[in-house]
């Protein structure tokens, strides 16, 4: 079993930034496919941004392209998310997931074995 826990949420005004962090329970996780994603009030969980074991693939969705950086340091099990010009429809509780192997479709939530249990970001306009 592996346990993921997300911290660096908070509250940002408009065009502000901030950096999300998961960390990894397990030594395994290097090798994992990691990935966030968020989920605002009333609406269905969303892929954000994914990233291999390597860092040779990585996606993002159209919507934080260019605002939004994944990286991951494999050395201490740790996954970030670097947040810019944050807007308001970017306000989410925003969760890292894990999956032992890349997903053929890397933003199908439903291919992640492992989840934490979410950071909230609150951007005000």
């Known amino acids: 079993q592996v346990q993921l826990v997300e911290s660096g949420g908070g509250y940002v005004q408009d065009g502000g930034s901030l950096r999300l962090a998961c960390t990894a329970d397990?030594?395994?996780?290097?090798?994992?496919?990691m990935g966030w994603f968020r989920q605002a009030p009333g609406l269905e969980r969303e892929f954000v941004a994914g990233?291999?074991?390597?860092?040779?693939?990585?996606h993002y969705a159209d919507s934080v392209k260019g605002r939004f950086t994944i990286t991951r340091v494999n050395n201490n099990n740790t996954l970030y998310l670097e947040m810019h010009n944050l807007k308001p429809e970017d306000t989410a509780v925003y969760y890292c997931?894990?999956?032992?192997?890349?997903?053929?479709?890397?933003?199908?939530?439903?291919?992640?074995?492992?989840w934490g249990q979410g950071t909230r970001v609150t951007v005000s306009s």
């Open positions: 997931a894990a999956n032992r192997f890349e997903p053929i479709q890397p933003r199908n939530s439903r291919r992640y074995d492992y």
């Open positions: 397990a030594r395994t996780i290097t090798t994992y496919f």
């Open positions: 990233i291999s074991w390597s860092n040779t693939n990585i």
